[in-house]
């Protein structure tokens, strides 16, 4: 009976410290996902054949629910960060503070990006002028193919953002 409590307490201490090794390792940035750093990532996680804005623009109602559908599987809930450079297009208060920036895309989609600030930002964002560069940082809140401002559009969201402007600029 001894020699089992004793095997027992050894293989107790060993699970306990493969699973706070494994803890550390998610909590050590060496080993974090890579952030989002283009449109192009968010939309490889669709089939080839849907990956291109182009062929997006011909598609029906149903093919372009049945695309967000998959969109937001891959994405809903798991905290994608994103760090992406944009060109600043406006600063508004759109319902909240928000940074917009269209993507030049040669695929025949607008490709519209929107940062999502808390008020703290507003003197930071006041500071930003049209065509400013920034690098948005934030999570992927979430990634739609829909009309927008009357243009077919692939409209990504990034929540509780934040911004710098590279040195120089």
Excluded at 12 to 35: Q, S
Excluded at 52 to 69: D, G, H, I, L
Excluded at 85 to 111: P, Q
Aim: hydrophobic share 40%; proline share 5%.
């Amino acid at each position: 009976m001894p020699m089992q409590r004793a095997f027992f307490i050894r293989w107790a201490l060993l699970l306990c410290w493969v699973v706070g090794a494994a803890r550390a390792e998610d909590r050590d940035p060496r080993f974090a996902p890579k952030p989002i750093e283009s449109y192009r990532e968010i939309l490889a996680v669709l089939p080839e054949g849907l990956r291109t804005p182009r062929a997006a623009s011909k598609w029906t109602a149903v093919q372009r629910e049945a695309v967000n559908k998959q969109l937001h599987a891959a994405f809903e809930g798991k905290k994608t960060r994103v760090k992406m450079r944009l060109r600043v297009s406006e600063v508004a208060n759109w319902g909240g503070m928000r940074l917009y920036s269209e993507i030049t895309s040669k695929d025949g989609c607008h490709v519209r990006v929107f940062g999502k600030f808390t008020d703290s930002w507003k003197p930071k964002l006041a500071e930003l002028k049209k065509n400013h560069e920034v690098t948005l940082e934030g999570i992927l809140e979430s990634a739609d193919y829909c009309d927008l401002w009357g243009e077919f559009t692939l409209s990504i969201i990034v929540a509780n953002a934040s911004f710098e402007r590279p040195s120089g600029t």
